[in-house]
């Protein structure tokens, strides 16, 4: 099943469910979905990576307007966006943990040839497209650079 059908699926059960703060982060979801497909130049059709690519974009907003509410002491709308964050991360795929993320860096720091900081930018041209959806931009650029330093 395509993550848009397994939204709209889960979406139907949030309406009957009367779940609000559920309905709002899929119909976030699915709206992001149509936006994409019916965009000027798109094909009318999303395969699983660009979908994917939607969702953590969604889930980067929820995260950073969390930070900012909870910077403002604004309890009450970081709740919100807490909760809709919840809901997005179920369709993400699981974090890698630090040690992963070292363990594939390092072999595509080898792959690449990399020997210091200047080959920066080299490393994180591979290491993005490798660990898309895997690692967030930030971490992966922070390993990097404390790999490529030491």
């Known amino acids: 099943m395509s993550l848009e059908a397994r939204?709209?699926?889960?979406?139907?059960?949030?309406m009957k469910a009367k779940d609000s703060q559920r309905m709002a982060?899929?119909?976030s979801v699915k709206t992001a979905i149509i936006n994409a497909k019916t965009a000027e130049g798109a094909s009318g059709q999303l395969d699983e990576a660009a979908e994917l690519k939607l969702v953590q974009k969604l889930a980067k907003q929820r995260q950073d307007a969390l930070?900012?509410?909870?910077?403002?002491?604004?309890?009450?709308?970081?709740?919100?966006?807490?909760?809709e964050l919840a809901v997005?991360?179920?369709y993400l795929p699981?974090?890698?943990?630090d040690a992963e993320l070292e363990a594939r860096l390092k072999e595509i720091i080898a792959q690449t040839g990399a020997s210091?900081?200047?080959?920066?930018?080299?490393v994180m041209g591979v290491?993005?497209?490798?660990?898309?959806g895997k690692a967030d931009g930030k971490r992966i650029s922070a390993k990097?650079?404390?790999?490529?330093?030491a």
């Open 7 to 14: 939204i709209m699926e889960d979406l139907k059960a949030a």
């Open 25 to 27: 982060a899929l119909r």
């Open 67 to 83: 930070d900012i509410y909870k910077e403002q002491g604004r309890e009450d709308l970081a709740d919100t966006e807490a909760a």
């Open 88 to 90: 997005l991360q179920q």
């Open 94 to 97: 699981k974090p890698m943990d």
């Open 116 to 122: 210091g900081p200047a080959d920066m930018g080299k």
């Open 127 to 132: 290491a993005t497209k490798a660990l898309a």
């Open 144 to 149: 990097v650079r404390e790999l490529l330093t």
